[in-house]
């Protein structure tokens, strides 16, 4: 049974910092995505990662694949306010498999 | 743009009832998915459909049946429904993993509350 784990699930981050939020996935697969979900909304697809050393590039956030560690990151880099949410991590073995998903509080 | 429509916002229920939850995409994805969503635990796949008429068994699939006799429209059936089956359902939809365009896409959740 495929397992996918994030950690850490609650981060509290000062605006300005950087950190890295990371999904460790049991099966072998070459293709993650990375959600964000806003309080009371669904889920918005932000990356998809395809191969092995694959990195992704959106304003502050950065997310990469390493599928011989079965290992994905999402980087944050100057955090600012609006990036507060929660993020989720899946990968697609047959079926979709979600992470438990990490809540982000970016404050002054 | 990808528009995945759930039939309801919110949905109160009584234990016992048989309940409904109808999910509609536009895009003509072959697959389509139906999980539940709780505090602390995730998403939490109940059914998944990857063609009309097929379905496959998700993590959590006790209490729950499914249909889809068409393509763009995916069911969620509660054959009688429990306080424990109160939840925000989402259902989400995509491509066969044969193009690199596989990321799903989600609808705006059911929240069911059942008394």
């Known amino acids: 049974e495929l397992k996918v784990e994030q950690n850490p699930l609650f981060l509290s981050m000062q605006e300005g910092k950087n950190y890295t939020i990371y999904c460790n996935y049991s099966t072998t697969s070459d293709r993650l995505y990375w959600y964000r979900q806003d309080p009371g909304k669904s889920l918005e697809s932000l990356f998809v990662?395809?191969?092995?050393?694959a990195v992704k590039q959106e304003g502050r956030l950065m997310a990469s694949l390493d599928t011989k560690a079965r290992l994905s990151t999402l980087h944050i880099t100057a955090a600012v306010h609006d990036l507060s949410a929660t993020y989720f991590c899946a990968v697609s073995y047959g079926k979709l498999t979600f992470g438990q998903g990490t809540i982000l509080t970016v404050h002054p | 743009d990808v528009k995945v429509t759930q039939s309801s916002r919110y949905l109160v229920k009584r234990t016992g009832e048989k309940v409904f939850l109808e999910c509609v995409q536009d895009m003509d994805h072959e697959n389509m998915f139906w999980y539940r969503q709780d505090p602390g635990l995730g998403l939490r796949l109940i059914y998944f459909s990857y063609d009309v008429k097929m379905k496959e068994k998700g993590d959590i699939p006790e209490g729950y049946s499914v249909s889809r006799e068409k393509k763009e429209r995916f069911s969620l059936i509660l054959e009688s429904a429990s306080t424990n089956q109160t939840s925000m359902y989402l259902c989400a939809s995509s491509f066969l993993a044969r193009t690199s365009r596989t990321e799903a896409f989600f609808g705006q959740g059911t929240r069911l509350t059942v008394v």
């Open positions: 990662l395809l191969s092995n050393g």
